[in-house]
T-cell receptor, first 110, second 115 residues
């Protein structure tokens, strides 16, 4: 699985877009980029995943660079409930193991 | 609400006790997982079950004993634990192991304290 690098912490104002970066320069062609988040002491919540193309769902958008060495998770209109630790995970196609790093602690400020 | 439930949500036990954690998924999935999250550490995979068969044991001490009687239920039996085993224990499930994008969905976790 690709090693991913994320900033330790970020702040964002409520109502603004939160853009969370992730570097995965060693990612392989068949590795997906997954995003989860964990609100304090709860189970991780799946957000989105992608392989090559940008993806969007009801929670967020995932922008993957053309060379696939980095990606950005976008929460379009952040709310206080989006305060959490966000994990970017590289995962081989068909692999069952999710390898969580330290993630980015995102704080949404009123 | 992810469709994965865990009981109890909180558990305090002594080192000589025997207890069990329960996980149930209501998603029709075929793979179930146990993860451990110690304070200020990343989540660590403990066990994987595919179609009720254990397919991965991530060098977990024998004082943790998993059981998967069917694809919907997963247990973690605990005995003679140590204080350093205190952690958040998380259960997850996924639809089809080995499929290209098989997303795991997590339960709320059991907060375990070993005295």
């Amino acid at each position: 699985d690709a090693k991913t690098t994320q900033p330790t912490s970020m702040d964002c104002a409520e109502g603004r877009a939160a853009n969370l970066p992730c570097n995965h320069s060693t990612i392989s062609g068949n590795e997906y980029v997954y995003w989860y988040r964990q609100i304090h002491s709860q189970g991780p919540q799946y957000i989105i995943h992608g392989l090559k193309n940008n993806e969007t769902n009801e929670m967020a958008s995932l922008i993957i660079t053309e060379d696939r060495k980095s990606s950005t998770l976008i929460l379009p209109h952040a709310t206080l409930r989006d305060t959490a630790v966000y994990y970017c995970i590289g995962r081989f196609q068909g692999a069952q193991k999710l390898v969580f790093g330290q993630g980015t602690r995102l704080t949404i400020n009123p | 609400e992810t469709g994965v439930t865990q009981t109890p949500r909180h558990l305090v036990m002594g080192m000589t006790n025997k207890k069990s954690l329960k996980c149930e998924q209501h998603l029709g999935h075929n793979a179930m997982y146990w993860y451990k999250q110690s304070a200020k550490k990343p989540l660590e995979l403990m066990f994987v079950y595919n179609f009720k068969e254990q397919t991965e044991n991530n060098s977990v001490p024998s004082r943790f004993s998993p059981e998967c009687p069917n694809s919907s239920h997963l247990f973690l039996h605990l005995h003679t634990l140590q204080p350093e085993d205190s952690a958040l224990y998380l259960c997850a499930s996924s639809e089809l192991p080995g499929r290209s994008a098989d997303t795991q969905y997590f339960g709320p976790g059991t907060r375990l304290t070993v005295l």
